[in-house]
Antibody
Framework: EVQLVESGGGLVQPGRSLRLSCAAS????????MHWVRQAPGKGLEWVSG????????IYADSVKGRFTISRDNAKNSLHLQMKSLRLEDTALYYC??????????????WGQGTLVTVSS | DIQMTQSPSSLSASIGDRVTITCRAS??????LAWYQQKPGKVPNLLIS???ILQSGVPSRFSGSGSGTDFTLTISSLQPEDVATYYC?????????FGGGTKVEIK
């Protein structure tokens, strides 16, 4: 059974940093690209960042480019999102998501339950 | 970047009705289009990939069609458990943008 378990969310002040993690199990982690997708309260889905199976290709939404860094550790079946210079508009539930393919641009077939990031002073 | 526009943003239909949701891309994306269902309080669920490939376990009343810029998600006979918000997503190239969503309710 595929499991994606996010951690690291919380309440943070504007301008500060936070690091999200996702522990993956139930599939061959290094066979697939991975993504972070977020959903602000009461809003739609917003794709944030994606990483190819071997970390060669990293992609970011314009809204987070230069502030967020995605990474993965295939030896530990883990995905991370380092978030810096956080803004009020980054407040959202952040989902870890598994791609259907190896490249960083694909559909998502499994989602974690999400970790909530609240940016507030 | 290619924009994905869904319509309508919400709809209300009766049990057994045929429901159609459209998704339009601002540029051609071939068939690199996915549809997701998100029930209230739940995580999204992939229904359809490659515009028309139904995922395992998804009821056959769901179907997808289209290519290029215009795509459709159809529920052939609306059921109570289909109350949800539906999203399209394009994935031909970065960024894999989602549409704004269509909220489906029972009349």
């Amino acid at each position: 059974e595929v499991q994606l378990v996010e951690s690291g969310g919380g309440l943070v002040q504007p301008g500060r940093s936070l690091r999200l993690s996702c522990a993956a199990s139930g599939f061959t982690f290094d066979d697939y690209a991975m993504h972070w997708v977020r959903q602000a309260p009461g809003k739609g889905l917003e794709w944030v960042s994606g990483i190819s199976w071997n970390s060669d290709n990293l992609i970011y939404a314009d809204s987070v480019k230069g502030r967020f860094t995605i990474s993965r550790d295939n030896a530990k079946n883990s995905l991370h999102l380092q978030m810096k210079s956080l803004r009020l508009e980054d407040t959202a539930l952040y989902y870890c998501a598994k791609d259907i393919r190896t490249g960083p641009v694909g559909a998502v077939d499994y989602w974690g339950q999400g970790t909530l990031v609240t940016v507030s002073s | 970047d290619i924009q994905m526009t869904q319509s309508p943003s919400s709809l209300s239909a009766s049990i057994g009705d045929r429901v159609t949701i459209t998704c339009r891309a601002s540029q051609g994306i071939s068939n690199y289009l996915a549809w997701y269902q998100q029930k209230p309080g739940k995580v999204p669920n992939l229904l359809i990939s490659a515009a028309s490939i139904l995922q395992s376990g998804v009821p056959s009343r769901f179907s997808g069609s289209g290519s290029g810029t215009d795509f459709t998600l159809t529920i052939s006979s609306l059921q109570p458990e289909d109350v949800a918000t539906y999203y399209c997503q394009k994935y031909n190239r970065a960024p894999p943008t989602f549409g704004g969503g269509t909220k489906v309710e029972i009349k």
